[in-house]
């Protein structure tokens, strides 16, 4: 257990001392977000989600993006995803910029484990973009934890708690492009069924921006694993 603390210790302060206080604060949007994956078999399922952003709490709209994938179960534990995003980016009220689209094709390798009481995710995300009449590649890698508050393992009727680190790198121009720190406060229903309330930080460049979050995760699951 020991070591499950001092992992989940690292993912909090890291990000935050990494930062500084160097970064430039943009106020504080919020996001609302569902996500669900369907099993076909014990190889294949399906993935979707949608996600509504917002500039602030007024709900103005910034961007939809909507997501889906196939995943190809290799192991139980070690998934792989192919997938296509169509993101609309809205500019700020009164700038008089127009609406930016996105098509986005991504690959992904997912491999998630426990150690002691923890459920630990590792996501490697690789994106093809199509950004108007521009092309660009990314890389991405998420490091997740949940932790369960009420029970000794997640499973049904389980509040968590759930923290993640993510850094993306553009193959194009300079290497960094931003990184996501999140936390939340979660509760497993059922198997099949999660919500997640939480708050992420956001930081590009110089530039760092706080959203609330506000995730659903409603799947429908066939195996009994």
């Known amino acids: 257990m020991s070591r499950s603390i001092v992992i989940l210790a690292m993912i909090v302060v890291l990000p935050v001392t990494g930062y500084g206080q160097s970064a430039v604060s943009e106020g504080q949007g919020m996001w ?16 979707t989600e949608v996600q509504d952003r917002s500039y602030d709490l007024s ?16 192991k139980p534990r070690l998934w792989l995803t192919a997938g296509y ?9 009164g700038s008089g910029l127009p609406t930016v689209i996105e098509h986005r094709i991504w690959q992904q390798v997912l491999h998630f484990h426990t150690l002691g009481r ?7 995300r690789l994106e093809q973009r199509f950004i108007g009449d521009q092309y ?9 934890v949940n932790i369960p508050l009420t029970k000794e393992r997640m499973g049904p009727k389980t509040l968590f708690f759930s923290v993640y680190d993510e850094l993306f790198v553009d193959l194009d121009d ?16 059922t198997r099949a069924v999660n919500v997640q309330t939480g708050w992420l930080s956001q930081h590009v460049g110089e530039r760092a921006k706080g959203y609330l979050q506000l995730a659903v995760f409603a799947n429908v699951l066939h195996s009994k694993r």
Do not use: C
Request: net charge positive.
């Open 32 to 47: 609302l977000m569902f996500f669900n994956r369907t099993e076909i078999n014990e190889k294949w399922s399906l993935h």
């Open 59 to 74: 709900h103005a709209g910034e961007q939809l993006l909507l997501r889906g994938g196939v995943n190809y179960h290799l």
């Open 85 to 93: 995003g169509y993101i609309e980016s809205y500019p700020p009220e």
């Open 118 to 124: 923890l459920f630990i995710e590792h996501r490697g």
């Open 136 to 144: 660009r590649d990314r890389i991405r890698y998420r490091l997740l």
């Open 174 to 189: 300079s290497p960094y492009d931003r990184n996501r720190f999140y936390v939340a406060l979660g509760y497993q229903f």
